[in-house]
């Protein structure tokens, strides 16, 4: 029993810590599953159909993540200058 106290403990904390994210956010630990523990991915997955969103809501929100990961992370990175 001991188990199931802490366990739930963790996951409401985990959506007392994620709730008030932004959609954007909670998709991009669903689209990097493996940077997360697996509770983290369950609960922003549950958060995510909590807020009932529109399928095409949710869609645009995977696009600004995938648009993310594709732009350079360096504020120095010039696309004129690389060879």
């Given at each position: 029993?001991?188990?199931?106290?802490?366990?739930?403990?963790?996951?409401?904390?985990?959506i007392?810590?994620?709730?008030?994210?932004?959609?954007?956010?909670?998709?991009?630990?669903?689209?990097?599953?493996?940077?997360?523990?697996?509770?983290?991915?369950?609960?922003?997955k549950?958060?995510?159909?909590?807020?009932?969103?529109?399928?095409?809501?949710?869609l645009?929100?995977?696009?600004?993540?995938?648009?993310?990961k594709?732009?350079?992370?360096?504020?120095?990175?010039?696309?004129?200058?690389?060879?």
């Open positions: 029993m001991r188990f199931i106290f802490i366990f739930q403990t963790y996951t409401m904390s985990l007392e810590r994620y709730q008030n994210n932004p959609l954007t956010e909670l998709v991009k630990i669903v689209e990097s599953a493996r940077d997360y523990q697996p509770e983290a991915v369950e609960t922003a549950q958060i995510i159909r909590d807020r009932k969103l529109d399928q095409a809501d949710i645009k929100a995977s696009r600004e993540v995938i648009s993310e594709s732009m350079p992370t360096s504020k120095h990175f010039h696309p004129s200058t690389t060879s």
